[in-house]
């Protein structure tokens, strides 16, 4: 079955429960209403009743409010009838009885309230006539007492005793009257009414035959009329007190019958009332139950649709899912089964199309891997043969470069020495000028030299730097110091301006850092004609915290075009083609001073305007975390120190090239010793085990035994001699000399060509390290 089939089949079931449980709902809540209903009219049936009750007897003892309590009756019936309609068989045939009971008891009050106006119509007038007797019984009193008066003696006495009689008649009578009225119609107690009324009326009979008697004796006048007046009256009470005492003794029976028919009706509206309320409750806890039929009717109907909906759906789609992964995993050949009709069945189809798909374009990749691999394979084998060959050609290049540097600076190394040499010769004006010419293009070539080496070193990664602590102040000063007098000549001020916010010492390649400024500095005097320089110098701290340290250069020379500024950093560039006539130059020195730069941890900018000037700012950091080399501070104030060598030390130089033995021997000379001379490394050696020296200067290129191999037998060995001081003294600049230097056991390392500061630089710290061994 399709899964939107089952869907639906839910949905229809859902609605027809839903359906079924609003229909129950309605029912129930209908059958709740109607008995409510039927109970209030019960409630308002009980209240009319208990209204014609009370009606009955407010009538009874007053005579007053019969048409309430017919209202009433007629409000019950109406009732009645109403629930009559609505009731089932067994309570209709109780209602109709009620109905009946209301009949009944109509009647009967129609009957009491036509008794009770016989009686009131008998009272009245019993009523009349004594008032009309009163009349009558005042005109003979007036009579009597008329008489009385024109009396006199034992006949006035006589009258008074007549007129008393006369006087208690009225009396008695008017008792008689109000016992009517008490007893029977206020009371309605007959025998009560029988007891007082006979001792009234005997009371009043009694007076009568007094008073007859009397009167007879003393001839008064309508005496006769008078008697016979008394006499009807007698006879009047005396069938009233029958006529009352029927009346009276019905009114009693229909109060009586009243009252239980009244007793009855309440009884019954009160069992209606208490089964209504049962009927009540029973339809409640009915309704309970229907509700809780109804909960788990819907609970286990959506129990057994989740079931089913599970096992129908969810289980067939984690099947397809476990399959999934199994496929993620890489098994391909992977089909499950789909023989249904169902979205289910279908998206198991498109499962095993799209296994079958994957399988054969899995092939495919297969396929075109193994063909790229082999072509891979191929380019690898070309690719590394090409590596091959580069890195055979950089260290070529090195090679090269390392060759050239020592053969160019070798025959410089003696140019320049012996220029210098010569220059403190007696010479004429032209010899002289020539010969400074000659200094001054060793110097320009050494210059070059020294830059094509820097650059290649920096590029061939062979440039390490020696961080020291440097003092900024210092530095700067030394450095600007060397300007001073050529800026001075040519007119320009030379200022410098160092921040407050500059610390005093940084941790940085001093060197290279003084080359850097040195360049900078050199070239804004180069290119100032007028005006000013500054070389200022501050630092801030970076995002992180970290203090980043500026130094910048700014002159008002001719500045540089803006879409030259870009390329002056290149190597062999020059802002303008005509520069390198007018300022001479290589176009090296701004290459080299950003390579330093970055290596320094900073970065170099230019801001510059053709015409007026340029600013050259550049930033480094501290590299305090790098190892600390000796302060190079040292070394080149040793220059400016009074040098006092010991003259008879024993002093070696090992050199392959005699030019340069004695140009060195020259140098030494000057400071009192005379070196002996080892033309290779091996006669070193020998030389060296053959007497004792304090200071040996060894070339590294050597034939046979090159420098370092020697220092390092002459180390091993002098072992529990005194060893030798050892400075190599080389051409090779390459960076890879220094370290190979200290590790043979080598001291110091001084770079040709040498001049006589150098030299004098190298003795010094040879004297220092003396020294140092001898404390
Ligand atoms: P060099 O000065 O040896 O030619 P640099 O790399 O130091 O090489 O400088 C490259 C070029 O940049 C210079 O030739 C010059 O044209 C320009 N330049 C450098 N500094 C300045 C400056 N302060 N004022 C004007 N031009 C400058």
Sequence with gaps: ?????????????????????????????????????????????????????????????????AEYVDDSLRATRTKLEEIVEESDQIESIFLYGMLERVDDYSELFGRMVQSKQFL????????????????????????????????????RDQLDLVIFANGHLWGWLNRAVSIIDRDLLLENDVNRFHANFDIAKEAYIEEIDTLKRRAVELEVDGLLEYTRLLDEITLGLTALSVEFTIAAREEAELAGELENHGARLRGMVNRLIER?????????????????????????????????????????????????????????????????????DDLARAFNEMTDKLRRSYAEVEERVRQRTKELQLATVRSRKLADAAQEANLAKSAFLATMSHEIRTPLNSIIGFSEMLEETELNAEQRSDLAAIRRSGNILLELINGILDLSKIEAGKMHLEVNRVNLAEMIQEVTGLFELNAERRGISLSIELYSSLPKFVH?????????????ISNAVKFTHEGMIYVKAWATKDVGGHLLYYISVEDSGIGIAKDKQRDVFLAFTQADSSTTRQYGGTGLGLAICSRIVEMLGGTIELDSTLGKGSTFTFSFCDLDDLILKPESSDKDSSVNLPLDVEKGLAVLVAEDDPTNFKLTSKLLGRHGLIPDWAKDGRQAVDMALGKDYDLILMDLQMPDLDGVAASREIRAAYDGRDQPYIAALTANALGESREACMEAGMEDFITKPISSADMKAALFRFKNALLASSQ
């Excluded at 639906?8 to 079931?13: E, F, N, P, T």
């Excluded at 229909?23 to 019960?42: A, C, D, H, K």
């Excluded at 940085?508 to 900078?520: A, H, I, K, M, S």
């Design 1 to 65: 079955m399709r899964v939107s089939t089952k869907i639906i089949i839910a949905l229809c079931g859902a609605i027809i429960l839903f359906a079924f449980f609003l229909g129950l709902s309605r029912y129930t809540m209908n059958q709740v209403q109607l008995q409510e209903r039927r109970l209030n009219s019960l409630y308002s049936v009980a209240r009319e009743i208990s209204n014609v009750l009370i009606g009955s007897r407010v009538f009874q003892d007053r005579l007053t409010g």
């Design 508 to 520: 940085t390649d001093g060197t290279r850092l003084q080359q850097v400024l040195n360049n900078l």
């Design 276 to 344: 209504g309320q049962q009927q009540s409750k029973a339809l409640s806890e009915r309704i309970g139950v229907i509700y809780w039929i109804a909960a788990i009717v819907l609970l286990s109907g959506s129990v057994i649709l989740s079931i089913w909906f599970s096992l129908s759906i969810s289980r067939p789609i984690n099947r397809l899912r476990d399959n999934f992964k199994v496929v993620a995993e890489g098994n391909f050949n992977l089909q499950v089964p789909a023989t249904g009709k169902s979205e289910l």
């Design 120 to 155: 009131s119509g008998l009272d009245r007038d019993v009523r009349t006539d004594i008032v009309r007797f009163g009349v009558d019984n005042q005109n003979f009193h007036d009579q009597l007492y008329l008489k009385r008066e024109s009396s006199e003696g034992a006949l």
